[in-house]
């Protein structure tokens, strides 16, 4: 059993290595040593986001580390684009937009153009730029303008940045290296992260080449009442719908007895 | 205090939810509106998906109104005939629009052309209500009060007493053609499918000015018939959208259900025609709120389009 997936497991990696065949090749790389604080994240009723430590050995001592924060889900986003149309601002133009990360978090520890070269961040999809190249827009409603793509993907990025899916910090005092060797972060994740896989990937470069590359895993699901009441939604919803209305009727009607009881009238 | 809501996927902070629900719920027992029209666009500033503000709002509008409208019930307010005839109006109205708002969303621009409407109705809504209460409180202050306590029987309602399919309805006080309420009912079922909201507040104006119910008897039995609508709404989100957010809607009904008892309670203690100037007031306010949203530049010129089968 274990064999047989490990022997697809490899097969599915050579598909996807013939396929793409990258210039630059992470997993061939050697493999950085990280550990996470924790690698489940559990949504109860009073999560609220969460924050999770890394901490990662540099295969080559003094490499520069670029750290990158992605969902495994990808999302299609309807975005609306307004204008003015007499005195009024309305919706004029809608964009589907696909290949946008859900979420992308990318820490550095010093400015990610003095690190690698536009080429390689295009290549691992590092900063916005690459985010950019990645992400496709598709006209749904109104007449497409040139400064279109620019405007909406500028929009997407702020509410994003908002809600806090997005960013990207360049700062060493955020990513340490404590010399040259241990390097240590956390990422928050924001309320707004939802259940499924996350992935943190670890890149270390030395004058601009990919030294090394780690990954870990983070799942993040719900459990308890959050779990029971997204399963029934979804799975039972002439169940729940009911249930939904005799608890609204039950819950008012029993407020008024109590109310009545009171003696106010 | 923060708690996560799971249909809406994101944590909001506890006493914030129940304090709206609290403020909806009050303005819901004391004018007889569902609180929608203001509840969905409160859920939809403090960040909840429109998609799930909506139908999560509605569901807790089947508690408020129920609570409200056993209130009323008890102070003999509801007049179950004529509530029940305007509901069968609401249904067939509100087929027709859920219909018409798909039409219009292929078109494209619905949200405007909802905002237009919201605009000229609530205006015209308030306008009216405003002025006629504002008038009522002059005459009585100037004739020394009980004697305006009526304010006469509408033009437009002694026309409909002249109509085929005559009904008895006996806490409105009236004798009149059962024609009438069921197309107010329609008419007010369209809109309140247009607009995504309960329609209270253009029922209640519409029962007092166009029906000719006494103020208070008008509230309860529209406060009953928004139990039966809003809990059908809540069972077609949960069927088809799968977008009733059940925490949220407890948290919400747990502060409107109170305030809904405080509202009756309030609402005893006002007369007539300073609670329709009250509503009027509201109205207005949120006339100008969206008016204003149509003319000023926004900040953000690209914003999430509503997910596909959200709201109504």
Known sequence: ?265 | MEIYLPIAGMSINFFLVIGIGGLVGFLSGLFGVGGGFLLTPLMMMIGIPPAVAAASDSNQIVAAASSGAFAHWRLGNVDFKMGLVILAGGITGGTIGVQLVKVLRAVGNFEFVMKVVYVLMLGLVGGAMFIESLRTIRRSKSSGGAAAATAGEPKLARLFTKMPLKMHFHRSGLHTSAIFPFSIGTLVGVMAALLGVGGGFIMVPAMIYIIGMPTIAAIGTDLFQIVLTSANVTLQQAFVNKTVDLLLALLLLGGSTIGAQFGAMAGKRLKGEQIRILLAIIVLALTVKIFLDLVITPSDLVSLAPAKGGGH
């Open chain 1, 1 to 265: 059993m274990r064999r047989t997936a490990i022997l697809i497991l490899a097969l599915g990696l050579g598909c996807l290595w013939a396929a793409e065949a990258p210039a630059v090749a992470p997993e061939a790389q050697q493999k950085v040593v990280t550990a996470a604080s924790k690698n489940l994240i559990e949504i109860g009723l009073s999560y609220h986001g969460d924050r999770i430590y890394f901490f990662g050995v540099n295969p080559v001592p003094g490499a520069d580390v670029v750290v990158k924060l992605t969902a495994e889900k990808e999302e299609a986003i309807k975005l609306s684009v307004k204008g003015r149309v007499g005195p009024f601002w309305m919706t004029v133009k809608q964009y589907e937009v696909t290949g946008a990360p859900f979420i992308y978090k990318i820490h550095t520890s010093k400015p990610l153009d003095q690190i690698v070269s536009p080429e390689t961040a295009q290549e691992l999809e590092l900063g916005y730029v690459a985010v950019r190249q990645k992400m496709k827009l598709h006209l749904i409603r109104g007449d497409a303008a040139p400064d279109d793509a620019d405007k909406v993907f500028k929009g997407l990025v702020k509410i994003k940045e908002q809600a806090n899916l997005y960013n990207i910090v360049e700062d060493p005092k955020r990513l340490e290296v404590a010399e040259g060797q241990l390097f240590k972060h956390y990422f928050r994740f924001p309320a707004a992260a939802t259940e499924g896989r996350y992935l943190v990937e670890s890149y270390c470069f030395k004058d601009g080449q990919l030294v090394g590359y780690g990954k870990d895993v983070i799942q993040m699901q719900k459990v308890g009442l959050e779990h029971w009441l997204t399963q029934t939604s979804q799975n039972q919803p002439v169940f729940f719908g009911i249930l939904a209305v005799v608890i609204a009727m039950g819950a008012g009607l029993l407020v008024g007895v109590i109310f009545r009881k009171g003696g106010h009238h």
